[in-house]
């Protein structure tokens, strides 16, 4: 490892992203939250879904944190950023993932209905494609499909 450089704490990084995802139910959105770490582990950008707050379909918490990210590193590059995110990406997010060049994704909980990195798809690890983020699943699980499972229960 490079000097000045850490290993990122998945599981403290994960708390950051349900503190966001509590700020998302706050707003009675669906509980997603999602922070871009630099490789020294710092954050560089965070986001939480927006689409009820904003009434835009691409408030995704994945991809207002890349925004944020790229927008403080002054670059759309985020080669050597990890994302960290409560829920598994969707196809619109996997496809940011892949596109902005996120070394690596950490994620919480599995999504069956609409999962793009190994539920329903596996876009991020898809081998036609020109990048391949390292993945890491499960961090924090239980917590993100409490947060979630609460918030569905509440709706039905």
Excluded: Y
């Excluded at 990084?13 to 706050?26: D, N, Y």
């Excluded at 997603?32 to 950008?45: H, I």
């Excluded at 995110?85 to 996997?94: G, K, N, Q, R, W």
């Amino acid at each position: 490892m490079s000097s000045g450089v850490r290993r990122v704490d998945d599981a403290a990084a994960m708390r950051r992203a349900l503190v966001l995802a509590e700020r998302a139910l706050a707003a009675d959105d669906v509980p997603v939250g999602a922070v871009v770490l630099d490789p020294a582990g710092e954050v560089v950008g965070e986001g939480f879904n927006t689409r009820e707050r904003d009434q835009d379909p691409l408030g995704h918490a994945e991809l207002v944190a890349l925004r944020s990210a790229s927008s403080r590193l002054g670059t759309w590059r985020l080669d050597d950023c990890t994302l960290v995110v409560t829920l598994e990406p969707c196809t619109m997010c996997a496809g940011a993932i892949v596109s902005s060049r996120v070394r690596r994704l950490v994620l919480g909980a599995w999504d069956d209905k609409a999962g793009a990195v190994g539920s329903l798809w596996d876009v991020v690890r898809d081998r036609r494609l020109n990048h391949r983020p390292e993945v890491t699943s499960g961090v924090l699980a239980e917590e993100s499909s409490t947060l979630l499972r609460a918030f569905f229960a509440e709706r039905r």
